[in-house]
């Protein structure tokens, strides 16, 4: 099997297996991630943090906002360059669907934010490993949005941080060259700094 082969297959698998959790477990999961997070100092002095809508079996981030956060609590919009903006967003605001059905803040593109102008930010995966490697979804939005860090010695702002199940770890992600590393991961049930391979 290829190396592009290989990464389809673990999306697919990984994507399955998160699909197939139920209620109950998200909603545990969700508690957990929260109780993790909070030990992060950068999440606990952040003024702005961007997290996600869950789709398709992601680990909820609502246990996050509530009580009201002391943050600015953001959300992505796809643009045309196939990069993310950020708004600020609060439960009962309006949204509206993107072009690939995930719901984003109905905002003027002058109330946007980029993607430098935020502290933390939650990164949605399907698989990971404990030196920063990612494999999200395949579009790259991430990837090109933050590709400046790449130049940065890190952790630099924002604090990029992976959000996924204890069970999306899996032993070495390779690296692809426009990949950008996670500096933590955070899952339900552990905080992972992440270091390069030795």
């Known amino acids: 099997m290829t190396e592009p082969d290989a990464r389809r297959a673990l999306r697919r698998a990984m994507r399955a297996r998160r699909e197939a959790l139920s209620p109950p477990l998200r909603l545990a999961a969700a ?15 952040a003024r702005r943090v961007a997290g996600y809508w869950a789709v ?70 399907l698989a990971f490993d404990r030196h920063g490697h990612r494999l999200g979804s395949g579009a790259g939005y991430y990837d090109r949005s933050f590709a400046f860090l790449a130049t940065q010695a890190r952790p630099a702002r924002p604090l990029l941080v992976g959000v996924g199940y204890g069970f999306q770890q899996v032993e070495r992600l390779p690296a692809q ?14 905080l992972i700094r992440c270091a390069p391979p030795a």
């Open 177 to 190: 060259p426009w990949d950008v590393p996670l500096d933590y991961v955070a899952t339900d049930a552990e």
């Open 56 to 125: 398709r079996g992601e680990l909820p981030l609502h246990a996050l906002l509530a009580p009201a956060p002391r943050f600015d609590y953001c959300l992505p919009l796809l643009s045309e360059d196939m990069r993310l903006r950020f708004a600020p967003w609060r439960f009962g605001e309006p949204l509206h669907a993107n072009r690939h059905g995930i719901p984003e803040p109905e905002v003027s593109p002058a109330d946007t934010l980029a993607p430098d102008a935020l502290d933390v930010v939650l990164v949605p995966l």
């Open 31 to 45: 508690d957990g991630l929260a109780r993790q997070l909070r030990m992060l100092d950068a999440y606990a002095t």
